[in-house]
């Protein structure tokens, strides 16, 4: 069985663009693969260095949203990144072999950075070592493993690439030693938010969490984006550039041509048709929430889950470091 490492930063609850766009893909192929699930404490101090609070209590709201959306910790380890210093010692010999200039280059890093010009300074001038060098613990995370495969956006496959670029001149100067992780681009487009936006995220106050309650949903539908040239309840519209008539398509509403039929003809309101929405947000969120909700009644069963997953993912690392050692001379003291 191929190995894959995957996983998030603990900066908040999981919300229907990162069901969609990973965590669904990651409950599929979990039942193929040898899956690792890291939820990456460490990256996400990297720019909540501040904010502890915050990170501890994501790393809780992550592991209860993989569990409700369907990661079965029979089949895939979901572990802790700082519990794991192997990674961390990889990383300090990992950083011997990425320039400062190659790191500044990242254009992901660059983007990121950008965003964030109220800690980073307007062009990256305050910008941490920490910060900078997240694609080289990325890269510790993955080969600490031993990962074969890596399910990743768009926005990853330059850390990705970067990955394989260290895992090759470390093999080049030490010897073969480390695998060299592929990044498989998954097919799932980005995810819309319903104010129109191309994209569903946390900081753009358009997401729809996974554990939102109905009121929270009916809110949050009720003031989604539709046809602006629909004015009357009866004019006809165009569902392709409606953000309700997306999102009725992207849960998979079994009345979905019925619809598009009568919002084209003009046969139905936007309100009744938001109302239909929320029915079905409801009833796919419905199973996810009663999962959670078994979970938060349980928290010795998720805290067991974390320690067994992390367990798993140490071994692993450990095995990995003995290579490393071995191969850089580091292998002070063992027979
Ligand atoms: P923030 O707004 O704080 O950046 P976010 O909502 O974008 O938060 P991230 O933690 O940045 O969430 O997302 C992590 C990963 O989740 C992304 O790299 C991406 O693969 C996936 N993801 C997030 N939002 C979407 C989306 N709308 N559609 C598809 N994938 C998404
Ligand atoms: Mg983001």
Redesign the pocket.
Known sequence: MKTIITG??P??RM????Y???IQNRVKMQYDYDTYILIADVQALTDNFDNPDKVRKSVHELALDYLASGIDPKHSHIYIQSLIPEVAELTVYFSNLVTVSRLYRNPTTKH?AN?KADKFGESGESITYGFLGYPVSQAADIIALDGDIVP?????VPHIEQTREIARKFNSIYGETLKEPEAVL?E??????LDGNE??????GN?IYLADSEEEITKKVMSAVTDPSKIKKDDPANPDICMVYYYHKLLKNSNLDTVCSECKAGSRGCVACKKELIKVMTEFLGPLQERRKYYEEHPEEVEQILKEGTMAARIRAQEVMKRVRKSMKLDYFEE
């Open positions: 998030d930063r900066t908040g919300h229907l663009g990162h969609f766009g990973s990121e965003q990743v956006g768009e926005d990853q998954s799932t487009p980005r995810i819309k938010g994209k569903m995220g946390k900081s753009l997401a």
